[in-house]
């Protein structure tokens, strides 16, 4: 059963900064990408950031010059400035393996007040 453990969402003020982290219960050789989607009330998940095992990054438009995602063996992270309201959302870290399918986190509550 693979699992992923993630950490770090909460609440801060516009401007403010945080850094989510998902660490996943499989081998670094079975990992081919890891990164992390959101999804606010109302609408649906998107991609945030992807990075591969290659350490190829991937950032939706939105996000760009404020995030920046990095991984170490099983655990990938992602740093967040300049956090703005439309950020707020539920924060869902992903894992594609090389043989043993795709999987989702719990998901994190990220809350950013104007």
């Known amino acids: 059963q693979v699992q992923l453990v993630e950490s770090g969402g909460g609440l801060v003020h516009t401007g403010g900064s945080l850094r989510l982290s998902c660490a996943a219960s499989?081998?670094?050789?079975?990992?081919?990408?890891m990164g992390w989607y959101r999804q606010a009330p109302g609408k649906q998940r998107e991609l945030v950031a992807t990075i591969t095992r290659d350490g190829s990054t991937n950032y939706v438009d939105s996000v760009k010059g404020r995030c920046a995602i990095s991984r170490d063996k099983n655990t990938v992270s992602l740093q967040m400035n300049s956090l703005k309201p439309e950020d707020t959302a539920v924060y869902y870290c992903?894992?594609?393996?090389?043989?043993?399918?795709?999987?989702w986190g719990q998901g994190t509550q990220v809350t950013i007040s104007s």
């Open positions: 992903y894992l594609r393996t090389i043989r043993l399918g795709e999987y």
């Open positions: 499989v081998s670094i050789f079975s990992i081919h990408t």
